[in-house]
């Protein structure tokens, strides 16, 4: 079965840091990749998506690779900010590009002043 | 735009009654709406899928019965958890997948209902 491992629960940084998650997929290839961001009690809030054949997707200060030798999905914060604490949930889809979608747990990051 | 509201975004109730969940996408037209449920520090489990004037589809492990889905319009679709148990309680959240004017390769999520059964 098609998974997805958020293997950090959380991590702890400073403001002005580079924040990197990483997402770990197994078996064949996710044709695409999502990642999300939830804050307590509320629903995740969709920011990037990046497809098999992309190496990097970027939007402002996140950038997130998909390296399918690896089978792994780094997504990162540049000059990170208090406010950008939240879970981050990586996201698969199975089923094509309208697929389901199957979470993994999510990293907690916690950005200090 | 792509706004999802649930409602109510709170519930407490009795074992034994039943809860009506309502998600609506407010600025697009939605083919398919999903419900998930996630438990404190777990992933988001899909329980079903549903498209406008069909029948759910329930993923494995979840109870139709329990768990009613009516998907009555485009931008509509409630969740009933019937004869709710306290194991029953959780962070209800629903997505929508949008027809057109949005991305159709994600999903938008409502914020969450946190229900707790007594």
């Known amino acids: 079965s098609q998974k997805i491992e958020q293997n950090s629960e959380a991590l702890n940084i400073q403001e002005g840091k580079t924040a990197t998650l990483t997402c770990n997929y197994t078996?064949?290839?996710?044709?695409?990749l999502q990642w999300y961001r939830q804050d307590p009690g509320r629903g995740p809030v969709f920011l990037l998506l990046i497809r098999e054949n992309e190496k990097e997707k970027r939007k402002e200060r996140l950038k997130v690779t998909f390296d399918t030798t690896l089978k792994q999905s780094l997504f990162h914060i540049t000059a990170s900010q208090p406010a950008d604490s939240a879970t981050y949930l990586c996201a698969r889809t199975i089923g094509g590009s309208q697929g389901n979608l199957i979470f993994g747990k999510g990293t907690k990051l916690s950005v200090k002043p | 735009g792509a706004v999802v509201s649930q409602h109510p975004s709170r519930v407490i109730c009795k074992s034994g009654t039943s809860v009506k969940i309502e998600c609506r996408s407010l600025?697009?037209?939605?083919?398919?709406m999903f419900w998930y449920r996630q438990f404190p520090k777990q992933s988001l489990m899909l329980m079903a899928t549903s498209n406008e004037g069909s029948k759910a589809t329930y993923e494995q492990g979840v109870e139709k019965d329990k768990f009613l889905i009516n998907h009555a319009s485009l931008t509509l679709s409630t969740l009933t958890v019937t004869s709710a148990h306290p194991e029953d309680s959780s962070f209800y959240i629903c997505?929508?997948?949008?027809?057109?004017?949005?991305?159709?390769?994600?999903?938008?999520f409502g914020p969450g209902t946190r229900l707790t059964v007594l």
């Open positions: 997505s929508a997948r949008a027809a057109g004017g949005h991305r159709t390769d994600t999903q938008y």
């Open positions: 078996n064949y290839s996710p044709a695409y």
């Open positions: 600025d697009f037209q939605a083919t398919t």
